[in-house]
């Protein structure tokens, strides 16, 4: 079982920059690839970003390819979310999660996130001027 806490959220200008953390605790994280999620106000959950178990590979929905970058240090059992020129319509709650996917080289995060199990409590990203 992995339990996960997401940290670094708060109120940022459009063009600013934050850096979730999402920190472990329990399994082996190098066990699970890790996906980043964010639910806005009466809008559904929309996936951010993914990275596999080892860090091999990443993947992102469209419009936050280029902006954000998803990293991990499996030492420190920490997943990071680099979210660069941040937009108003980037306000959301934003939550990580784990799915169990050793050796697995690619990742996905689908709104129905059916294959993440284990999540965090989420981070409020406010982007406003």
């Known amino acids: 079982q992995l339990q996960l806490v997401e940290s670094g959220g708060g109120l940022v200008h459009p063009g600013g920059s934050l850096r979730l953390s999402c920190a472990t605790s329990g399994s082996r994280l190098d066990y699970y690839a890790i996906g980043w999620f964010r639910q806005a106000p009466g809008r559904e959950r929309e996936g951010v970003s993914c990275?596999?178990?080892?860090?091999?590979?990443?993947n992102y929905t469209g419009a936050m390819r280029g902006r954000f970058t998803i990293s991990r240090d499996n030492a420190k059992k920490t997943v990071y979310l680099q979210m660069n020129d941040l937009k108003p319509d980037d306000t959301a709650i934003y939550y990580c999660?784990?799915?169990?996917?050793?050796?697995?080289?690619?990742?996905?995060?689908?709104?129905?996130?059916?294959?993440?199990?284990?999540w965090g409590q989420g981070t409020q990203v406010t982007v406003s001027s």
């Open positions: 999660a784990a799915s169990f996917a050793p050796y697995v080289p690619h990742c996905t995060v689908p709104p129905g996130a059916g294959q993440y199990t284990y």
């Open positions: 990275i596999t178990s080892r860090g091999v590979a990443t």
